[in-house]
């Protein structure tokens, strides 16, 4: 069965900072893989995602996140945090074939802390 | 272009009654899906619909149930509404079809039980 794991539930760092968020996920092919982000009271932003292709995603806000198939990884990483990105996050796998485009399974997600 | 609009964005309902929670995906989109969120179990699939057609269903009770009509919004409905069913549920739409497709989520709609 498809499982994704977000091994961290809540991360503090500091303005400035760089980040990096994990997940790993468990999947028989190759996956399809998401990024989103949550603010409080707030719906799910998509920050970027991989189907194919180059291995190092580019996404908004100055994310980007790399797919590693030998380590079941998809890590999140920010190279300077800033307050606003202050939120939950949540990683997601998308499963293949016909008639199970909307079924994504989400790791718990990490909540990320930012001090000044 | 507009994004995936959920109404209402609150509400709260008693035990034993049902509510329905509405859905227009983005303009051009034809697979609408729904999950709950909770604070216990995370994001949970309930079901996704294609041309009006539920082609796929997470585990969840009879009592949650969904609809899509031909311009492609959405319904989901609750019935006999729980306590636990408390949740912000989300809605979330994709062009469609069997390749990979981004899929865009909506604010939510915030359902209180009491």
């Known amino acids: 069965a498809q499982s994704v794991t977000q091994p961290d539930i809540h991360i503090t760092v500091s303005e400035g900072a760089s980040l990096e968020l994990r997940c790993n996920y468990s999947?028989?092919?190759?996956?399809?893989l998401f990024w989103y982000v949550q603010s409080p009271g707030q719906g799910l932003q998509l920050l970027l995602k991989?189907?194919?292709?180059?291995?190092l995603v580019q996404g908004i806000k100055g994310f980007e996140a790399e797919f590693k198939r030998s380590q079941s990884s998809f890590n999140l990483r920010k190279p300077s945090v800033h307050w606003s990105d202050a939120a939950e996050y949540f990683c997601a796998v998308g499963a293949q074939g016909e008639g199970s485009q909307g079924n994504l399974i989400f790791g718990k997600g990490t909540k990320l802390s930012v001090k000044p | 272009k507009a994004g995936v609009t959920q109404t209402p964005r609150y509400l709260i309902k008693t035990r034993g009654q049902q509510v329905t929670l509405s859905c227009s995906p983005i303009s051009g989109h034809r697979s609408v899906s729904w999950y709950q969120q909770t604070p216990g179990q995370g994001l949970q699939f309930l079901f996704e619909y294609f041309s009006e057609t539920q082609r796929n269903k997470g585990n969840f009770p009879g009592r949650f149930s969904g609809r899509q009509f031909s311009n492609s919004r959405s319904e989901m409905n609750v019935s006999t509404l729980e306590l636990g069913d408390s949740a912000l549920y989300l809605c979330a739409s994709s062009l469609a079809g069997f390749t990979p497709n981004t899929i865009y989520f909506g604010e939510g709609s915030w359902l209180t039980v009491v």
């Open positions: 999947y028989g092919a190759t996956p399809y």
């Open positions: 991989y189907f194919s292709g180059d291995t």
